[in-house]
């Protein structure tokens, strides 16, 4: 009767032990799972806001310049073409301005000014320009490509067309830096190793962390493609540079400029992976609990069979 009553109670314990761990087994590998999604959703949630926080500020830096072209078209000197005033006044913008490398205006008839001066070839007209072209074609403020100067800088172009009596008589231009806005750029960190990037509306990257990336043709990649055929804001899963990476984006209306938040996913595994061990410790410590309790209560279940195989080994 003592085989049977400790039979029993493995029939009892055996099965009761092992739902236990298989429970507790699924809920540390469910635990693990929701920590990582947890991390990556939080950490899209951040990579979105940083971008669309990033675009603000480029917009407010690009219409700083914009209210200033405006302010300038309007000026006196400029559309009564007074060289020896349009001189003085764009010296005193330029030279109190950092970011304006130029400033010049180029009329119907040809003439053009500038500073700082430079001097040009005898064959040079204004109108034959790409941001007289651009300015002239424009309903409001043109926004040029993007160049490299000689010094390295990457410049862009703004224009406005300058009007005397509701005639076009020229288009007013300035070449602004973009060091301000790389250097923001720059200073993004997202997670362990991700980063922040520019690219223009031809496709080429003009703000990056590695600076040999600057200037890269990206038109040939899958993401770069993805993101064109995406709205103006929003997220995509890739895989870059061999891992598996979120990117944000969002497109600057401005300028046609994509704006990128890269977070890699490793970074959110290994953070996860912190969680393992006292994830383990715990769950081992839970199944030594479930032993212990499952034990007592498979004895007190058996007490009675035994107390029977007892009295029933009295009687006989």
């Not at 031809?202 to 993805?226: C, F, R, V, W």
């Amino acid at each position: 009767m003592n085989f049977i009553r400790q039979s029993v109670e493995r029939q009892i314990l055996v099965p009761f032990i092992t739902l236990i761990v298989i429970a507790i087994v699924i809920s540390a590998i469910i635990s693990y799972q929701i920590s990582v999604k947890t991390m990556v959703d939080d950490s899209s949630k951040d990579t979105m806001n940083r971008i669309k926080d990033t675009n603000e500020a480029f917009n407010d830096f690009f219409q700083t310049y914009e209210k200033s072209l405006h302010v300038l078209s309007k000026r006196e000197e400029v559309v009564n073409m007074d060289e020896e005033e349009i001189h003085r006044i764009f010296k005193l913008f330029v030279e109190a301005t950092p970011e304006v490398t130029d400033l010049y205006f180029g009329t119907e008839q040809g003439e053009y000014y500038m500073y700082p001066e430079v001097e040009l070839t005898d064959d040079f007209d204004p109108r034959d320009r790409p941001w007289y072209l651009e300015g002239i074609k424009s309903d409001s403020i043109a926004w040029t490509n993007i160049y490299q100067s000689i010094t390295g800088d990457h410049i862009i172009s703004i224009a406005s067309k300058v009007f005397n009596e509701g005639q076009i008589i020229g288009v007013i231009s300035m070449d602004i830096s973009l060091s301000t806005l790389v250097a923001m750029i720059d200073s993004i960190n997202i997670g362990d190793t991700g980063y922040a990037t520019v690219i223009d509306r031809n496709g080429k990257i003009i703000a990056h962390p590695m600076q040999e990336q600057i200037g890269s043709d990206i038109t040939h990649l899958t993401y770069y493609n993805e993101i064109e055929k995406e709205n103006r804001v929003g997220m995509i899963s890739h895989n870059l540079d061999n891992q598996d990476a979120l990117i944000g984006f969002i497109k600057n209306e401005k300028t046609g400029w994509s704006i990128l938040g890269i977070v890699f996913v490793n970074d959110f595994k290994q953070k996860a992976e912190a969680i393992i061990m006292p994830l383990i410790i715990s769950s081992f410590l839970l199944i030594l609990v479930s032993i212990f309790v499952s034990t007592i209560i498979s004895r007190r279940i058996t007490k009675p069979l035994k107390e029977i195989a007892h009295t029933h080994e009295k009687s006989c």
